[in-house]
């Protein structure tokens, strides 16, 4: 299983660009890396997945280098609403599927 | 995407007792997963459901403990027996599509106190 660490906190201020960076340096090779945002009372919600290189949806862009050992969550201009744990996940695609949860980072933008 | 459905949302027991918690997904899913996640912690994956066959625990976790049962693609069960307070936790069903590369979609959580 990929050992996975993950800031435990950041902070940030309104409009601001934030950058989680996620270490998994035994990911597998089959394994994708996807980040989850969780709001206290509700389940995780999926953001964005990706398997190297640059990937980016309307909320966020995810880089992975070339040896994958690492990947960065940004999120472009936060809000306040953005305040929220963000979990990092490595696992493999369909076959023994095993998703492995990193400890988090709790994120807190202020005005 | 998938919209999942958890009973029930929270629920008081006492010490010794069991609860079982249902999931109920709208459409058919491959792979359901069990979680626990403890206050202010991250999710501890405790088991995948199979359909038809028994639950592949992960380590740390037994059936005799969280049995488990998915009698076809579109719900689950968990069960914590012979509760104590240390099982106090928000349990999350989730699912995931096989072929996909593991995105997953969560219930809302069941909250859990343990007298």
């Known amino acids: 299983l990929a050992k996975i660490t993950q800031p435990i906190s950041m902070d940030s201020y309104e409009g601001q660009e934030v950058n989680i960076t996620c270490s998994h340096n035994?990911?597998?090779?089959?394994?994708?890396i996807t980040w989850y945002q969780q709001f206290p009372s509700q389940g995780p919600r999926f953001i964005i997945q990706?398997?190297?290189t640059k990937v980016t949806n309307e909320v966020a862009s995810l880089f992975i280098p070339a040896d994958r050992k690492s990947s960065t969550l940004s999120l472009p201009r936060v809000s306040l609403s953005d305040t929220a744990v963000y979990y990092c996940?490595?696992?493999?695609?369909?076959?023994?599927?095993?998703?492995?949860f990193g400890r988090g980072t709790s994120l807190i933008v202020h005005p | 995407s998938a919209v999942i459905s958890q009973k029930p949302s929270r629920d008081i027991c006492q010490r010794g007792t069991s609860l079982t918690i249902q999931c109920q997904v709208d459409?058919?899913?491959?792979?359901m997963f069990w979680y626990r996640q403890q206050p202010g912690q991250s999710l501890t994956l405790i088991a995948t459901?199979?359909?038809?066959?028994?639950?592949?625990?992960e380590s740390g976790f037994v059936i005799d403990k969280f049995p488990i049962s998915r009698p076809n693609l579109t719900f689950s069960t968990l069960t914590v027996s012979n509760m104590s307070p240390e099982d106090s936790s928000i349990y999350l069903c989730?699912?995931?599509?096989?072929?996909?590369?593991?995105?997953?979609?969560f219930g809302p959580g069941t909250r859990l106190t343990v007298l």
């Open positions: 989730s699912v995931a599509a096989a072929s996909g590369g593991g995105e997953q979609f």
């Open positions: 035994n990911i597998a090779t089959n394994d994708y």
């Open positions: 990706g398997y190297k």
């Open positions: 996940l490595v696992g493999e695609g369909g076959g023994s599927y095993i998703p492995t």
């Open positions: 459409s058919q899913v491959t792979m």
């Open positions: 459901a199979n359909q038809g066959s028994e639950a592949t625990y």
